[in-house]
């Protein structure tokens, strides 16, 4: 279930109200008369299952609500009543599959923008994965995969144009195409600064590396991994269930071939900083065409199962 929360104009209260009490999958509809101070207006609140939430935002926008009032949506961890098991029963499909494409797209919006916070997580990550990388470390490499936030921008770029949004579109993909040469120039400059205090040195990236010479040599598993960590983000982002999007962080070596393209330039080691680089642009178009292609399945097989939406027969609701 999700509780919605709105601000209404007084002249839009009946309209909503309306809404309400004929819209399957709603309930614990509560009104409290010009109780809203900014913006003015009726707060109005109810419980929806999580399937029927996305059809409800789009009437209640359609009803000017955001415009003139405020709407919000937040998680409800228990409900204990027989209205919710109803409002549950009577929404179509399954709440874990469902998705709420404003909520998504506000998801990604805040991961997706270009600020200090993530061009410093982007240069930590990646400069740890340097280090991995010298030391062929598994443990550092996947340490600097959790921490890398690159996931975000890049699945924000893809909500965005799968909704015909360009400009949080052109924000996420900036965030990326900044945050990437910066986390490289990090590590380049952190690589120098660690061989002239004698902590590293060249021979360490010229011997064998066995652990962690699959960041530079790419091949067609590199990029059915990335389809496959593509559509798993996806599913997690946008479905009730997130816990997947840790493990689809870590299977993708976008960060690490970013680190280890770096610590080649700063070595001067030409083959592979091209064979990282390689990576680094197989793997990302890899998760971006997967992302794509399943928020295209999803926004057309959801639109369907909205349609099946039945306005109740009767009066009241919740």
């Known amino acids: 279930m999700l509780h919605l929360r709105l601000i209404v104009p007084p002249d839009r209260t009946p309209a909503v109200h309306e809404l309400l009490a004929r819209h399957e999958g709603v309930t614990h509809v509560v009104h409290l008369p010009g109780a809203a101070v900014q913006p003015p207006g009726d ?15 789009e009437d209640l926008t359609a009803l000017g609500v955001a415009e003139r009032g405020a709407l919000t949506l937040d998680a409800v961890d228990l409900s204990v009543s027989r209205g919710a098991r109803e409002a549950e029963e009577e929404a179509p499909g399954h709440g874990s599959d469902a ?5 998504v797209a506000a998801g990604t919006q805040e991961e997706s923008t270009l600020s ?32 890398g936030p690159e996931f975000g921008p890049t699945a924000g770029t893809c909500v965005a144009l799968v909704q015909r949004r360009w400009r949080p579109a052109a924000r996420s993909a900036t965030a990326l195409l900044v945050g990437f040469p910066v986390g490289a120039l990090a590590t380049v400059l ?13 021979s360490l990236l010229e011997a064998p590396r066995p652990l962690t010479d699959f960041i530079w040599r790419p091949d067609a598993l590199s990029f059915v991994v990335a389809l496959l960590a593509g559509v798993a983000g996806t599913l997690s982002l946008t479905s009730a269930k997130s816990g997947a999007l840790v493990g689809v962080v870590i299977s ?3 960060v690490p071939a970013a680190a280890n393209a770096a ?6 080691v030409a083959d592979e900083a091209v064979g ?11 998760i971006v065409l997967a992302c794509l292609l399943t928020l295209l399945v999803q926004r057309r097989a959801w639109a369907r199962r909205g349609a ?8 009241g609701a919740g």
């Open 276 to 286: 990282s680089a390689v990576q680094l642009v197989l793997n990302l178009a890899g």
């Open 190 to 202: 952190s690589t120098w600064l660690l061989t002239w205090w004698g902590l590293v040195d060249r």
């Open 252 to 254: 993708v070596t976008t």
């Open 43 to 57: 707060v109005v609140t109810a419980d929806v299952a999580r399937e029927a939430a996305d059809s409800l935002v």
């Open 263 to 268: 610590v080649a330039v700063a070595y001067g």
């Open 99 to 103: 998705i709420v494409w404003e909520q």
């Open 308 to 315: 099946g939406l039945r306005p109740r027969t009767g009066a």
């Open 116 to 147: 200090v916070t993530f061009l410093a997580l982007m240069a930590i990550a990646t400069v740890l994965a340097g280090i991995g990388v010298l030391l062929d470390s598994p443990i550092l490499v996947i340490g600097a995969m959790v921490v």
